[in-house]
């Protein structure tokens, strides 16, 4: 189901250290439902060269060539397919790497077991959390090195029953309460968020919960988030770019004198990462501190 945490997982492996000692090219595709095979190997070669555009009206037939090519004067290779909805999907791109005697790898995430078991007959299955690690998660997101509020873990328990396990809804809710110690505020969210979660439809019970970090933004900081819409699904938004973007389309605002427009445009982005409605997937410092941003599928249907 979404929000076990699949793409985090596969993330976490993804960047983790050891991999580029390990791997020659490591390429990320998120495949959605509607995929076209076509842009799947586009996405493939982005992992291999700068040159896109050139390609964009080459057949698949053409484009796999390519890739080929470029996998045959590298190493081995890890290809990551974020939700993949098709096991035919991982058949096609295996396609592209005709002989694995270089230890070419293919890691999928996907929310059907009959999907995973088609293509690794013992897939790793996600579980819902218990509840003390419930606990430490909504703990950890709310308060961060801070410990949850003697008066407070009432509310907290009240709420961690609620989630089913689900670490979506925790760090999105969680978000909601950063930093907040008033029993007001935890009473609320308490009281609502069993109505978001009695929904059959899991993807809409997901959305529903998002929805409530949403509500809680203002008017401008509403515009910023649902900018992110104007995204491909599964992208990663570098936040120089973004900024620009929410500058030129005239979003952000500032009547405050001596007040930096970027400056506010960066706030929103921490506020939003701070709140879980956007992912910090990657950070850099270069002369300023660059972070990227992405998003989940929930958080792209949502926002969309």
């Known amino acids: 189901m979404p929000g076990l945490g699949k793409t985090t997982l596969a993330r976490k492996i993804y960047n983790d250290p050891k991999i580029p000692r390990q791997f020659f090219s490591c390429v990320w595709v998120f495949i959605r439902q509607s995929c076209v095979k076509g842009d799947i190997l586009l996405n493939i070669l982005k992992g291999f060269t700068k040159r896109i555009e050139e390609f964009h009206d080459k057949n698949e037939a053409e484009i796999a060539e390519e890739i080929r090519d470029h996998v045959a004067i590298g190493g081995k290779c890890l290809i990551v397919l974020d939700d993949v909805w098709d096991s035919d999907v991982v058949d096609f791109v295996k396609t592209v790497f005709p002989e694995n005697n270089r230890g070419h790898r293919i890691m999928m995430t996907t929310r059907h077991v009959d999907i995973a078991r088609s293509v690794n007959i013992d897939p790793h299955n996600l579980k819902f959390l218990n509840q003390e690690k419930s606990f430490r998660l909504l703990e950890n997101r709310a308060f961060g090195v801070s410990r949850c509020p003697v008066e407070l873990v009432e509310h907290r328990e009240a709420i961690v029953e609620k989630y089913n396990g689900v670490p979506l809804t925790i760090v999105v809710i969680a978000g909601a309460l950063r930093g907040s110690t008033s029993k007001i505020d935890w009473k609320v969210v308490k009281e609502n968020v069993g109505k978001h979660l009695i929904e059959e439809d899991k993807l809409q019970r997901c959305l529903n919960v998002v929805g409530l970090s949403y509500y809680h933004l203002t008017d401008d900081r509403k515009v910023c988030f649902l900018y992110f819409g104007a995204f491909p699904q599964g992208f990663d938004i570098p ?63 949502y926002s969309t």
């Open 239 to 301: 936040s120089w770019k973004l900024i620009c973007l929410w500058i030129a389309q005239g979003i952000i605002m500032s009547n405050l004198p001596g007040s930096n427009i970027e400056d506010i445009a960066k706030c929103y982005l921490n506020y939003f990462a701070n709140r879980n409605l956007v992912i910090v997937t990657e950070k850099r410092v270069l002369d300023v501190e660059s972070l990227r941003f992405g998003f989940s599928k929930e958080f792209t249907d």
